[in-house]
């Protein structure tokens, strides 16, 4: 069974960065595929950004593209989610999943997932 552990949320100002990550257990981490996704109060958890177990393949959702990096250290089982520019409107709890196989923008195909933290943006 996959772990995955989320940190790094916290309250920012407007502008400013934030860098999650999430660990994971297990002897699968550096052939999977990781994503991170948001959940505003009320709504659908939306795709954020994702990358393949070689980190070749990676997406962006358009909200934060030029904004967020996500890049993976299959060493340390660990992919993170590096945020510039941040804006009230990411005020969200963001969550890391896992799963295999190609990169994918909807939630229902990954198998494992984290806790969530919060991130909260002030402007």
């Known amino acids: 069974q996959v772990q995955l552990v989320e940190s790094g949320g916290g309250l920012v100002q407007a502008g400013g960065s934030l860098r999650l990550s999430c660990v994971a257990s297990?002897?699968?981490?550096?052939?999977?595929?990781m994503g991170w996704f948001r959940q505003f109060p009320g709504k659908e958890r939306e795709f954020v950004a994702s990358i393949s177990g070689g980190a070749g393949n990676i997406n962006y959702a358009d909200s934060v593209k030029g904004r967020f990096i996500i890049s993976r250290d299959n060493a340390k089982n660990t992919v993170y989610l590096q945020m510039n520019s941040l804006k009230p409107e990411d005020t969200a709890v963001y969550y890391c999943?896992?799963?295999?196989?190609?990169?994918?923008?909807?939630?229902?195909?990954?198998?494992?997932w984290g806790q969530g933290t919060q991130v909260t943006v002030s402007s």
């Open positions: 999943a896992g799963k295999g196989g190609p990169t994918d923008w909807k939630p229902s195909p990954y198998n494992y």
């Open positions: 297990g002897r699968t981490f550096s052939s999977s595929t």
